[in-house]
Every structure is written in C-alpha cells, then in structure tokens.
C-alpha cells in the first residue's frame, strides 16, 4: 500500500565525498540542502522499507542498468566514478559486499538511481529500492498516467510502499546556472514550488512543457508523476515543504507528500 512520497533534488554535491575536504562542513548552502534532504528521505523511511524512486531517464542514449521498461532493479549497483570519485552505491543490500563478491558497479547507472542508493545508505541500508525512469519528453498525460499506474500497483501490495521522486527544477535562473540565465525561468518556477508547496495537482498537471524545456526544468515529466501518484485521492495531499531554493542557479524542492484523510481538506483530482 503506498503511503508516502519525499520530493528531493538531484545534485552530486548531496554527496560529501564529491566535495573533497569541505564536503563534511555543517556550514553553507550544500550542508542545508543535505540536511533537508536527509530529513525528508527519514521520513519516507519511518513509514515504509520498500521504495520505489522516481526519476526521469536521461535525454541521449544510454540509461545504465535501465531496462526498455525504465525499470533499474533493486540489485543495481553503481558509482559516481563519473562526477569525480568511485563512490559506489546500491538500491539494495551491503554495496561493499556484493562489490567484493564480484558484482562490478556500473559507471552508467543514472542519477536518479545513484542519489537514492546514497540517501539509502545514509538513511535506512536495510531498505530496498528499485527505479523506474520516466521519459525526458514524455508528454503531461503519459506522466499523469506514469504516476496514476504507479499509484495502481503499489496500493496493491500489501506492505506500506514509500516512493521517493529526484528531480530538479529550472537549471537557468542565474548567470552562473548550468544552462545559464533565462529571464523567464524565475516565473515558472515559483509556479512550480506553489503547486509543489501546496500539493496542487492541478496545478502541477497543468504546467507549459514547452516552456518546461525551453528553460530547463529537468524534472517536470517527474513532477506531473507525483500528481498523478495522488490523482486517485478525493483531496490534494499534505505537503510538509523542507526546501525551496536556488543556491546554485538551479531550483531545489525538497518536500515530504501524504494522503490527507478524507474530510481533511478540498482539492480536485486532475
């Protein structure tokens, strides 16, 4: 039975050994992010050992340990060779035994799927996860559907199911951001952290995915999902908002979603 989702950003930096020797610091904008992060994926955990995470699969060719389905299972392993360091992670288990029994880490597994095997290992290294990788481009219906369907599956399982979602907002709100600066950006994106913030799925359903790409927003496909995943509920769901900033000229949303109680409040199903 799913029970709740966390929202969490997607960027290397959560990862300390990434950041060398200042990547311990309790101090800044990476500590804070890393901080919300961690407490909502605690939250995902106290509710539910089984996850499923959420990510949207990489626009070029090549999705690692992916299948044709977008599916990465939970005996996936892989390493952040590629951002700098071999730190290597997995959705499942001891990372370090099965890497010395002979299970190779796989440099291509994607990053959605490597940030939730971090958080696991931070958080609950008893939990398993599996992935699934929603299409860059898919349209607001088939996301919808994605997180309808999900929704579908995991209420039918008859231990509590936590679903955790990693994607980013607009990459162009600063000059310094990784796709530059995009004068139109700021405006979508508070449109977004509203809808996000207020578990709008509306809202969220909604959103322009042309504008979406035009300035960036990696995750929208993602953000439509987690709408759809509460679509089949008679109200919007309680949204406990951790994080909403930009420090790097990329949107950060950090939030724990859950069911509201019938009665509890009044929203529309998209």
Known sequence: MFCVA???????VLVPELQGAAGASVEGAVAE???????????????????????????????????SGGVIGADAVGTFRGYGVDRQV??????????????????????????????????????????????????????LTFGRELRAELDAVNEPVGVLVV??????????????????????????????????RQGLAGLDTTL???????????????????AADAVDPEVETRYAAAPFGVAYHVSVWRPRALGAGNGATP
């Open 167 to 200: 994607a980013d907002g607009a990459a162009t709100l600063s000059l310094k951001a990784p796709r530059y600066l995009d004068e139109r950006a700021e405006g979508v994106q508070e449109t977004i952290d509203r809808a996000l913030s207020a578990g709008d």
């Open 212 to 230: 979406c790409a035009e300035v960036e927003v990696e995750g929208r496909p993602a953000f439509q999902a987690l709408a759809g995943l509460f």
């Open 33 to 67: 992010l890393r901080a919300a992060v961690l407490a909502a994926v605690r939250e995902l955990a106290a509710r539910a050992s089984r996850w499923v995470v959420l990510g949207v699969a990489e626009s070029e060719a090549g999705s690692g340990a992916a299948d």
């Open 90 to 143: 997995g959705l499942a288990g001891a990372v370090a035994e099965r890497v010395t029994a002979g299970l190779v880490a796989d440099p291509m597994l994607p990053l959605p799927a490597l940030i939730a095997g971090w958080l696991r290992e931070q958080v609950a290294p008893d939990a398993i996860a599996e992935c699934r990788l929603i299409p860059a481009d898919a349209g607001a219906d088939q996301s």
């Open 6 to 12: 966390s929202l969490v950003p997607s960027p290397p």
